[in-house]
């Protein structure tokens, strides 16, 4: 529930901030700071934002299967469709251009320079997937979704095809998306080890 409330409201601050489709001189700094890196890092950064294309919903939801995690697969396949959906209606309610059209002197690196760019669908799907993938993790290896969903997010920032506050919403609505399907299917819970009953005295 805190997943749900938290993100919704990260997306509606977000969406507040670009509701007249324009950039402000905050943002557009950290963006040209990001996207003016230097070009050999353009390779690198289009094979990293593969890892936020829709294919990996369904590949996550595979490598659940074969792991015998049921409620993972659905869990994958449902925040996938989430995505498709809720993207969409974000757009309709908040128009934003990409970069090339909304924040001047932006670099396009073989990415879309036209069609709206609030809110990454990138990084919504992969925030849903890193909400419902990490409680099935352990120890460090939980922090691992997340990075990946900051490095993705930062590649599409660099290649041009988002500005900050499109991948910050995108954040948002992922994690209002997992915390549902979290709510609705449940996911593990730690289990204590039981001990042993002191035996009566004699």
């Known amino acids: ?54 294919w990996i919903g369904p590949a996550v939801a595979l490598v659940a299967l074969l792991f015998r995690k049921p409620r993972l697969a659905a869990a994958a396949l449902l925040v996938t469709a989430s995505k498709l959906v809720l993207e969409r209606v974000v757009k309709l309610l908040v128009e934003r251009q990409r970069p090339m059209t909304s924040t001047p002197d932006a670099i396009a690196r073989g990415v879309p320079i036209r069609g709206l760019a609030f809110v990454s669908g990138h990084v919504v799907l992969l925030a849903g997937l890193a909400g419902v993938v990490s409680p099935y993790l352990r120890g460090r290896w939980k922090l691992v979704p997340w990075v990946v969903v900051g490095v993705v997010g930062f590649a599409r920032v660099y290649l041009g095809a988002h500005n900050p506050l499109d ?36």
């Open 167 to 202: 991948v910050v919403g995108g954040i948002g609505l992922g994690l209002a998306i997992a915390g549902t399907w979290n709510l609705v299917l449940g996911v593990p819970t730690a289990t204590r080890p039981r001990t042993s009953e002191p035996e009566d005295a004699a």
């Open 1 to 54: 529930m805190v997943w749900v409330v938290g993100g919704l409201l990260v997306l509606l601050l977000a969406g507040i901030a670009v509701r007249d489709g324009g950039v402000d001189a905050w943002e557009a700094a950290i963006f040209h700071a990001i996207n003016g890196l230097p070009e050999w890092l353009t390779r690198p950064m289009q094979v990293v934002e593969l890892f936020g294309a829709l």
